[in-house]
Each structure stands twice: as C-alpha cells, then as structure tokens.
C-alpha cells in the first residue's frame, strides 16, 4: 500500500491507531537528501558508537582548555617545521 493511501485511510482511524501509525512512517521514511551522501549512515552509527565508548569510559574525554593548549602546541610546531 503506498503512503498516499494509508495517510488517506488514516481519518477512519482512531487518535491512538494515527498515532502508531505517524511513528511506523517515520521509522521507515528516510530524508530524501541523504540519498545523496552514500556515507550518512555510516557515521551516523560511527557516532553512535564513539557516544556509547565515551559513556562507558572506552574513550577518555580531555578538557576543552587542554584540547586547545594541545592545538596551538600543534600549530606552533607546524609554523617552526614549515614556516620558510
């Protein structure tokens, strides 16, 4: 049945029947412009994954101030080596 016909079939139902039947729908309905990115769903479970590692402590999180310190640590060892 396409969706046309259900959503049209959907006034005969009940509030709680429409209710189910919008989160069926959108379980299954995917954004049309992610039909073009082949790889979207790969790093959206490659997300999902790094998520779950930092929740159970796989992955240790570093403060924002060091994060940065360790940048323009970087930085300024990339302007000695490169920097003509």
């Known amino acids: 049945m ?4 259900i959503l049209q079939s959907a006034y005969e139902l009940s509030i709680e029947e429409r ?5 069926k729908l959108n379980e299954n309905i995917q ?7 082949p790889y979207y769903y790969e790093r959206k479970k490659q ?5 779950e590692d930092i929740d159970s402590g796989k992955i240790k ?8 310190d360790e940048i323009e ?7 000695c080596k490169y920097d003509n």
Request: net charge negative; glycine share 0%; proline share 6%.
């Open 47 to 51: 997300i999902a994954k790094t998520i």
């Open 31 to 37: 954004d049309p412009m992610l039909s073009m990115d």
């Open 19 to 23: 209710i189910e039947l919008v989160k």
């Open 2 to 5: 396409s969706v046309n016909k």
């Open 61 to 68: 999180m570093i403060p924002h101030d060091e994060f940065w």
């Open 73 to 79: 640590e970087f930085e300024k060892e990339l302007v």
